[in-house]
């Protein structure tokens, strides 16, 4: 069945738009107060959001509707993502909603919604929350006496900094490294340079002065060639860059390569498995990963197991085949011996005790396999029955029968935004940038 309102990773909509407007969220909150009250103990919601302007007013009437529905809210502030994730579970809530729209710009905004472990939604619970917030949901408005309460929480990114500290080994710590930090003026403009300075590193901030409006705006994992120029001016040993929310990470090392998730899977799959850490001995990835990641695993025994699209498919097929470690190319890894949900810091303390223990460069370190030359196309393209269409299959086809066996070809609508996605990927560049010529001449006339 079609969703109304969720997509690949929760709500995303222009902020006031008729998805993402005050009452409709306050009937979100209706909604989920709705589902997510089971028994007779009292209630509670942990809310965060992002540095989007939007987030004030989308907070208020979220928070209006689950009051009115009996149950406590506790508000977060700016947080990132996976500390909703985490204090959910932390705290016993019975729900974490973040309200983000990740790595877009501030025109959009949008819901995560977590439940009492730190999991995203299935889609059946998805469509149960459409039905409710497109019927009278408000024959089920608790008496006055029973309605809910709201505060703040003062201490909950401190909370979620010891959580993410806790990740990293107490026998060593990040003495003599120089960091550069790119925070997209987002979510974790607070906590995250504050995790690398007390492990001990000496940390060059980029994206930690947000207004309301600058999030991801020529900075964050979007934009890593600010933190890549800087990683280079400061001769640092390497940077980091976090996504609106604080769930994804792109690194680059001392030279300014850019780093993606791919490469951050293959490091991290290869040093678990060398010390018996990797479950299952395999990993979980996606249609877009690069098929250098899965050569190199297939050398070193490794099965890569690939998903849809989305870090909640990722996680369900995780769970499928009992794997540890899970991600996409775009950056968000979920690393499921710490959180359960992807984590972009918790990802680089990850990295970071690798370049540690190891005493080497990051260029040697981080730079696992030769990627095959890859091009992602994105098309402003809303209706995704394009693709069903006879004269997109017999392009695609064409397409295909080019690349052969050199290569392959993916296209998708993306489940965040007005977008078609495709991604060509060939040994051969002169194949490449025929087939790039091809798929892109075909859209563009549309």
């Known amino acids: 069945m079609q969703k109304k309102y969720f997509g690949t990773d929760g709500i995303r909509a222009p902020s006031n738009s008729p998805k993402l407007n005050g009452l409709t969220m306050m009937r979100l909150g209706m909604s989920l107060g709705k589902i997510f009250t089971n028994g007779e103990h009292k209630h509670r919601v942990v809310i965060g959001k992002d540095t989007r302007l939007s987030g004030y007013a989308i907070e208020q009437s979220i928070t209006s509707g689950l009051l009115s529905m009996g149950l406590d809210v506790l508000l977060l502030g700016p947080i990132p993502t996976p500390g909703v994730a985490m204090l959910a579970k932390s705290m016993r809530a019975d729900l974490g909603i973040m309200i983000s729209a990740s790595h877009n710009s501030y025109l959009d905004n949008g819901i995560k919604i977590f439940d009492k472990n730190g999991n995203k939604l299935s889609d059946e619970t998805e469509l149960e929350i459409e039905r409710l917030m497109d019927s009278s949901i408000e024959e089920y408005l608790v008496s006055p006496e029973k309605m809910g309460r709201a505060k703040r929480l003062e201490d909950a990114n401190a ?29 974790a403009y607070k906590s995250a340079p504050i995790i690398l300075w007390e492990l001990g590193a000496e940390v060059i901030t980029i994206g930690v ?6 999030i991801n705006h020529e900075c964050g994992s979007t934009h890593p060639e600010n933190m890549a120029k800087k990683v280079v001016e400061e001769k640092a040993n390497l940077g980091i860059c976090l996504d609106g929310d604080g769930d994804r990470i792109i690194i680059c090392d001392e030279k300014g390569k850019i780093i993606d998730g791919d490469q951050i899977l293959a490091l991290l799959a290869l040093h678990w498995k060398k010390y018996d850490q990797l479950l299952s001995n395999a990993i979980v990835a996606t249609s877009m990963s690069n098929l250098g990641l899965e050569n190199i695993l297939s050398k070193n025994n490794i099965k890569l197991h690939r998903a849809n699209v989305g870090d909640r498919y990722v996680k369900e097929m995780m769970l499928d085949i009992n794997a540890n470690i899970g991600g996409e190319q775009s950056g968000h890894i979920i690393l499921r011996d710490f959180i359960a949900t992807g984590d972009g810091m918790i990802t680089a303390l990850q990295v970071l005790r690798i370049i540690i223990e190891k005493n080497q460069l990051s260029s040697d370190i981080l730079n696992v396999f030769e990627p095959i030359p890859q091009k992602l196309l994105n098309f402003n393209i809303a209706d995704g029955s394009i693709l069903k269409e006879n004269k997109t299959i017999k392009m695609i086809d064409s397409c295909k029968s080019m690349l052969g066996s050199e290569g392959r070809i993916f296209a998708r609508m993306s489940g965040t935004e007005s977008l078609l996605r495709v991604m060509i990927e060939c040994k051969s560049s002169s194949i490449l940038d025929k087939v790039i010529q091809e798929v892109d001449s075909f859209f563009t006339k549309l």
């Open 159 to 187: 909370r979620y900094i010891e959580f993410q500290k806790n990740t990293f080994p107490k026998k060593i710590n990040l003495e003599g490294l120089k960091i550069v930090l790119d925070c997209a003026n987002g979510a």
């Open 209 to 214: 002065n947000p207004n309301g409006l600058n």
